[in-house]
T-cell receptor, first 115, second 116 residues
Framework: DTGVSQNPRHKITKRGQNVTFRCDPI?????LYWYRQTLGQGPEFLTY????????KSRLLSDRFSAERPKGSFSTLEIQRTEQGDSAMYLC?????????????FGPGTRLTVL | AQTVTQSQPEMSVQEAETVTLSCTYD???????LFWYKQPPSRQMILVIR??????QNATENRFSVNFQKAAKSFSLKISDSQLGDAAMYFC?????????????FGGGTRLMVKP
């Protein structure tokens, strides 16, 4: 399968714990995005990378959140000191910046439940 | 900031019939893209159809077509000959052609149910 993959698919944690999610984009894609989707809502942009550089962060991304994309390949999203409000689906998408198209391909998401 | 609104939380259609999902958006930009994404239960989001704002012709992809009304800032999706596999959440999304980040702004979604 050459699509975007995310691990784990589900994560249940207790309030105050740290969690880390991983996203593996489509191999030749140079852009990687993280979105958050709460129940019954559309996804909201969190941050994006061009190769290994994190170029923009949303106001939604509090200082408890950190994302990395070492070597411009896979990316990790870490949430420290989780809160119940962090419960959501975390979606990763990747794209190849080429001309105007730049279609984003989404992964299956990681569903986080904070108890 | 751009906003996308989907006013129909749920829609229902009989198999083989036609259904139209509504979307409105707000922007001050003239160059942008609009998308419809499908998110089946427990599966990843996939692109259904894309419209470039500078193109007057409405996009069509097999059974899926859009009605793009730029002046009214309206972008509806028509699904013809509905199939059981069309049942999913549908999200309308906006992307600026001017923002280097190309991030998507989504509406709240419409849940489409298809009755056999």
């Amino acid at each position: 399968d050459t699509g975007v993959s995310q691990n784990p698919r589900h994560k249940i944690t207790k309030r105050g714990q740290n969690v880390t999610f991983r996203c593996d984009p489509i191999s030749e894609h140079n852009r990687l995005y993280w979105y958050r989707q709460t129940l019954g809502q559309g996804p909201e942009f969190l941050t994006y990378f061009q190769n290994e550089a994190q170029l923009e962060k949303s106001r939604l991304l509090s200082d408890r959140f950190s994302a990395e994309r070492p070597k411009g390949s896979f990316s990790t999203l870490e949430i420290q000191r989780t809160e119940q409000g962090d419960s959501a689906m975390y979606l990763c998408a990747s794209s190849l910046v080429s001309g105007r198209a730049n279609e984003q391909f989404f992964g299956p998401g990681t569903r986080l439940t904070v108890l | 900031a751009q906003t996308v609104t989907q006013s129909q939380p749920e829609m229902s259609v009989q198999e083989a019939e036609t259904v139209t999902l509504s979307c409105t958006y707000d922007t001050s930009e003239s160059d942008y893209y609009l998308f419809w994404y499908k998110q089946p239960p427990s599966r990843q989001m996939i692109l259904v159809i894309r419209q470039e704002a500078y193109k007057q012709q409405n996009a069509t992809e097999n059974r899926f077509s859009v009605n793009f009304q730029k002046a009214a800032k309206s972008f509806s999706l028509k699904i013809s000959d509905s199939q059981l596999g069309d049942a999913a959440m549908y999200f309308c999304a906006y992307r600026s052609a001017l923002n280097a980040g190309n991030m998507l702004t989504f509406g709240g979604g419409t849940r489409l149910m298809v009755k056999p």
